[in-house]
């Protein structure tokens, strides 16, 4: 704890060990109010074990594992209800015939060669009891077998299935099931007693049953007991964390333990979040029709991108529940998330986040690191650059982002050797101008501290001040996009603000980024890519790689370069995932197209989709091997006078001239989904994803309801 009563950023609530204080640039992380209970309890924890009981079978990417019951990979042939049900009546009619003719004799009495044969004589006198029962019983078996028979015939079992009894009513459901052995049951912790912490289990076994332990709470206790497994903590530790704080042990830094309210369906034993109901659609693999659609970590790990209009559903359907999810990964321990978008955007509530940064509203308690947290200049001004000039590189070698790296580099460490500290952003944009003053205070302070390669340096950046094709001017340019006066109070140096910086995503911490993006556009852009560099930078060498962290931008337009394109390639080996989206793909440059489809292994077409957008999907899909029918009626010509008669009578009463049907199959090789469909054929409210997990299983692109 600090002095000022919060709690530290850089603390894990899966850890019940306490953490070293955190450095003075770090901020805290504001503990919620004790006043009211975090999480309210539900009457005997029923509704808790119920979801803790709940089968979860091992699925396809992207089903919603909760309750799923599977499918099979090929969709069983189905008889049309029309020729099923007629089929069946005939096949009554033709049993009932076949047992009329042999009642009566008229196929003779063979069928009765095997009761005589059984019967002794003695049995046929009249009236006999026991020759009475024995001739009927024969009858029943005769009468069984040839009702089996066009049973079986006329599919009556598939008439049953589909429009008897047990399709009017839905099989009703046990009261109480019978809980499952204490060794099976997860309620009941059976890794923890396994591992002898008994007491520890009993303690958080009946507070589900109670109902003071929720979803956030088993995950997030589960996550530390990873954490004892790992050998990172002490089993004597974690023993007494739960016996004294119960399903309270192991708290997030912020002291939540859900958030303020969800809007989507979650999953944290699985970690999916539920997106939408996968429609019933014959372009869709019968495998995964009518079953839900869900997002996790293993999905997110390889990077998403989203594309459709406004108003197609990106922010409320997709980003919003994905950045809830890792709101609830975060709180339990296993994920941190920052959520970029424009003030208004609806991404969650404040209450939601840890640290909320309003870039350029002055009430906003943290302000945002220009430089990422780091003390290197090159690194710094490679994180820089990207931000600045990234979006004017040519996504060819040679292009101005590595010459913007220069020359940022050549004034960035002079500064700091002489300052200890880099500059902010009056004095960044004062010295990529070539102001005198400026630049003559920095070169008497390095003379004065000795610094001669340093020295060197600035000699470089005054020397290609004269030349007409020197890219501080562009730097310049684009800084003072920063430097105006609705940022003054922001990308402050001197340490008097809580600058937040993204070396923070080595812990738990759920972040929230608003730009300004009234009148500060160009600006907005900027620090989109700002924090994509820094993201990518920072992800790529912490220490602790379990915790998952991942990047959603609620509208990339801007951002896609090509050092971020390969920043995101990046990511799934460093346990870490990024959400684009966009309006349309020509926000992006015609060359990036590719490669940013590529190197996102989920991609999501929305519905309102233009053509042009549409292709660039069909192309990165693929095709596909499917089989075609081609039908061709072909007219009969009859050659009798009898023949013609009955044609002419066909005709009169169909309507139609007699035609033969002969039925073509071919195997063809076709676009999965076709540009025009995707722009045309797409229903409001529906989308076309294709899903890719971090180990390299696929699934094919679906169609998906996101209103399901």
């Known amino acids: 704890m600090d002095s000022d009563g919060t709690r530290d950023a850089r603390g894990t609530h899966a850890d019940p060990v306490p953490r070293p204080a955190r450095p003075p640039e770090m901020p ?4 919620r109010p004790p006043a009211a209970p975090p999480v309210p309890p539900l009457p005997d924890g029923s509704a808790f074990l119920t979801w803790l009981r709940t089968p979860r079978p091992e699925a396809a990417p992207g089903v919603w594992r909760f309750g799923h019951r599977p499918r099979p990979d ?22 009932w015939l076949i047992w009329s003719l042999l009642w009566n004799g008229y196929l003779g009495g063979w069928w009765l060669l095997p009761l005589y044969a059984m019967v002794p004589d003695s049995w046929a006198e009249p009236h006999s009891f026991a020759a009475v029962v024995v001739v009927y019983a024969y009858y029943v078996i005769v009468g069984l077998i040839i009702l089996v028979g066009v049973g079986r015939l006329g599919r009556w079992s598939e008439v049953w299935r589909r429009y008897g009894p047990p399709v009017w009513r839905r099989p009703a459901r046990p009261a109480n099931p019978r809980p499952p052995a204490p060794q099976e049951d997860p309620a009941e912790w059976p890794a923890l007693r396994a591992a002898g912490a008994v007491d520890a289990a009993d303690r958080l076994a009946t507070e589900a049953r109670q109902g003071l332990m ?26 007494g964390a739960v016996l004294r704080e119960g399903s309270a042990a192991c708290p997030h830094p912020s002291g939540a333990r859900d958030l303020p309210g969800r809007q989507a369906r979650h999953d944290l034993l699985t970690g999916q979040v539920r997106l939408g109901t996968t429609a019933d659609d014959p372009r869709n693999p019968y495998a995964y029709r009518g079953t839900g659609l869900a997002l996790g970590p293993e999905l997110l790990g390889t990077s998403l991108l989203a594309v459709g209009p406004a108003g197609s559903g990106k922010t409320g359907a997709l980003v919003r529940p994905l950045a809830e999810s890792l709101c609830l990964h975060a709180l339990a321990g296993r994920a941190a998330v920052v959520v970029v978008g424009a003030a208004g955007a609806g991404l969650g509530p404040a209450d939601a986040y840890d640290v909320v940064v309003r870039v350029g509203d002055p009430e906003s308690l943290y302000d945002l690191d220009l430089y990422g947290g780091t003390t290197d200049p090159d690194e710094a001004a490679a994180i820089l650059a990207e931000a600045l000039v990234g979006d004017l590189a040519d996504p060819h070698p040679g292009s101005d982002s590595r010459r913007s790296t220069t020359v940022l580099a050549q004034l960035l460490g002079p500064y700091r050797a002489v300052h200890g500290r880099f500059p902010s952003v009056p004095e960044l944009r004062a010295l990529l101008d070539g102001a005198p003053g400026p630049l003559a205070e920095l070169r008497a302070g390095l003379v004065e501290a000795g610094q001669d390669s340093l020295l060197r340096e600035l000699d470089a950046r005054e020397r290609q001040l004269a030349h007409p094709g020197d890219v501080g001017g562009v730097l310049a ?49 900027i620090l989109a890519r700002l924090v994509l560099a820094q993201f990518t930078a920072s992800v790529s060498v912490r220490e602790d790689r379990s915790l998952f962290a991942c990047l959603i931008l609620d509208d990339a337009t801007g951002v896609v370069t ?3 394109v390969r920043g995101i390639q990046r990511l799934r080996s ?4 990024a959400v684009l989206t966009l309006r349309t793909l020509d926000d992006a440059p015609r060359p990036l197209r590719g490669p940013l489809l590529g190197a996102t292994g989920c991609r999501v077409a929305l519905s309102g989709l233009t053509p042009w957008d549409g292709q660039d999907f069909a192309e990165v899909w693929g095709k596909e091997w499917t089989e075609a029918r081609d039908v061709t009626d072909r007219q009969i010509i009859a050659e009798t006078p009898a023949g013609k008669a009955v044609h002419a009578l066909r005709r009169v009463i169909t309507g139609k001239a007699p035609t033969a049907r002969a039925v073509t199959v071919r ?18 409210g529906h989308a076309v994803l294709s ?4 180990k390299g299983e696929h699934a094919p692109p679906l169609l998906v309801d996101l209103r399901g």
């Open 28 to 31: 805290a992380i504001p503990p």
């Open 74 to 95: 090929e969709e069983p042939e189905r008889v049309p209800g029309r020729q099923l049900v007629s089929g069946a009546v005939i096949a009554f009619l033709v049993g």
């Open 214 to 239: 929720r979803d956030v709470d088993h995950a997030r206790i589960a996550r530390a007991w990873q954490g004892v497994r790992n050998g990172r903590h002490s089993l004597a530790t974690f023993t």
């Open 477 to 525: 340019d684009r800084i003072a996009l920063l430097d105006r006066p609705a940022f003054a109070g922001f990308f402050d140096t001197s340490g008097q603000s809580r600058p937040f910086s993204l070396k923070a995503l080595d812990h738990p911490v759920r972040v929230r980024i608003d730009l300004p993006a009234r009148g500060h556009a160009d600006a907005s852009r």
């Open 562 to 564: 090509p050092e971020g």
């Open 574 to 577: 460093a346990n870490a995932g």
């Open 667 to 684: 195997q063809v090789e076709r676009e999965r989904w076709s540009a025009s469909e995707l722009a045309h054929g797409v229903p409001p």
């Open 691 to 694: 899903l890719t997990d971090v």
